[in-house]
């Protein structure tokens, strides 16, 4: 199907509006078309190529036409389309302002009265200008705020919004009296912002007033290039979050080995070995009661460790569902450092208490089994504490936390509590007894 063409006074129109905002924008308001401009209408139209004398026979018959009346009418766009012929329509391309719910041109034209003070707002910062909170100016479709253009030497300024019913255009009248608005304010510059489309003739007027002019075309630009911005800066947040998930997967893995490993020598039978006589009971108490000062503080040190690894996480889920994570990689790789340096002394001292004798006279057995327990019960409510997060699960909040590490940690206080107590009653009785 071939593509209705426009008349020649519509080609000269487009041309000339073209010719106003390139370098030919001084042509005077009523000239009359000049040979070449006809000559190249005729030639964008198909047409044979005329002689001169019927050329300027042409330019007569366009001299009252105001050609360049209507060209200061047309948007820029419009003049594209009217030189740009094709002898086949080309096929509709899908509406893409549209997708992906993302905030667009077109969807400018349905928000609410509202939504769209905000909006408008918003895009003139998104622009270079910090806008005033309170409106200047809110009358019908027109709004006007105080600002200031950003940057250390940002000169005041008027921001301008305007929106126009579906398919008006933005007259040079109405960039007029948002110029009336901006003389109001000395020295301030105007920038006027529309979803609209604006007509050569209001582009001319702007470069004159040397005002700053965003129609619908330069913001659905502005909104595209915030999308991509956006989409890039969040691509970059996610790599930047995997790679601190994985450092912090890292540490976690190294505190998880030390500490089961620590779980286990805690929780092994006691020695069968029996301490018989009381040198031998006294000898073995303290053997027994060095290692558990050792394993205690070595416990303490991580305690601290865990305390400060389970910090790194926040303890409520991000907007998006996620982990938050509240630290940098080099934290956690800090933290694995740590657990490397702290699981030796906490397995020597679990290992020296193991050598000591399980059982014994005077009131030692008991001592010695409630201090197992105690050693056992703190050990795996750290090693639960150390589970409560696992970050390699980090896009899912739900799934990287483990409530049930909680309540079984707080289970392991309560027993080791209670073991501790009833050590420290057998250790009373075994020094009454053994005399140590």
């Given amino acids: 199907m071939t593509s209705d063409k426009p008349t020649l006074q519509v080609v000269l129109s487009a041309q000339r509006a073209r010719a106003i905002l390139g370098q030919c924008a001084d042509s005077p308001l009523d000239a009359t078309p000049s040979r070449a401009e006809i000559a190249s209408a005729l030639t964008s139209l198909g047409q044979a190529e005329y002689p001169p004398a019927k050329l300027d026979l042409l330019r007569k018959t366009f001299a009252s036409a105001k050609i360049q009346q209507d060209a200061l009418l047309m948007t820029p766009a419009q003049a594209e389309r009217t030189l740009v012929q094709r002898t086949r329509r080309a096929k509709p391309k899908p509406d893409a302002e549209m997708t992906d719910g993302a905030l667009t041109v077109a969807s400018l034209d349905a928000l609410p009265e509202g939504a769209w003070v905000a909006c408008a707002r918003w895009l003139a910062e998104q622009a270079g200008y910090v806008v005033e909170e309170n409106p200047l100016l809110q009358r019908e479709a027109s709004l006007a705020w105080q600002a200031r253009e950003v940057g250390d030497d940002g000169r005041n300024a008027v921001v301008c919004a305007l929106r126009l019913p579906p398919g008006a255009l933005l007259l040079d009248s109405d960039l007029r009296h948002f110029q009336t608005i901006a003389e109001n304010e000395r020295g301030a510059s105007l920038m006027v912002l529309t979803p609209a489309e604006a007509t050569t003739g209001a582009r001319l007027l702007a470069r004159e007033l040397s005002a700053r002019l965003l129609d ?12 991509t911005e956006f989409a890039r800066e969040r691509a970059q947040t996610r790599d930047d979050r995997t790679a601190r998930a994985k450092a912090a997967a890292s540490a976690r893995k190294k505190i998880l080995a030390a500490l089961i490993a620590a779980d286990e020598l805690a929780k092994a039978p006691r020695l069968p070995k029996r301490a018989t006589g009381r040198p031998a009971v006294k000898k073995a108490y303290e053997q027994a009661s060095e290692a558990n000062r050792f394993a ?54 679990l290992r020296a208490g193991a050598r000591t004798p399980g059982d014994g006279d005077l009131g030692y ?70 005399g140590t």
Wanted: glycine letters at 2%; proline letters at 2%.
């Fill in 216 to 227: 619908r075309d330069d913001l659905a630009r502005l909104l595209a290039s915030l999308a």
């Fill in 296 to 349: 205690s503080q070595a416990l303490v040190a991580w305690e601290t460790l865990v305390t400060e690894w389970n910090a790194t996480f926040a303890e409520r889920a991000a907007r998006d569902g996620s982990l938050e994570l509240l630290a940098d990689a080099p934290v956690w790789t800090e933290l694995g450092a740590r657990a490397d340096h702290l699981k030796k002394p906490l397995l020597d001292a």
């Fill in 365 to 434: 057995g008991a001592w010695r089994q409630a201090l197992g327990e105690e050693l056992a019960a703190r050990c795996s409510a750290i090693l639960w504490r150390a589970t409560l997060v696992d970050p390699s699960h980090w896009t899912n909040f739900d799934q990287a936390v483990n409530d049930n590490a909680a309540r079984e940690a707080s289970l392991a206080d309560n027993a080791a509590i209670h073991a501790a107590a009833r050590a420290a009653r057998a250790q009373t009785s075994l020094k009454e007894r053994a």
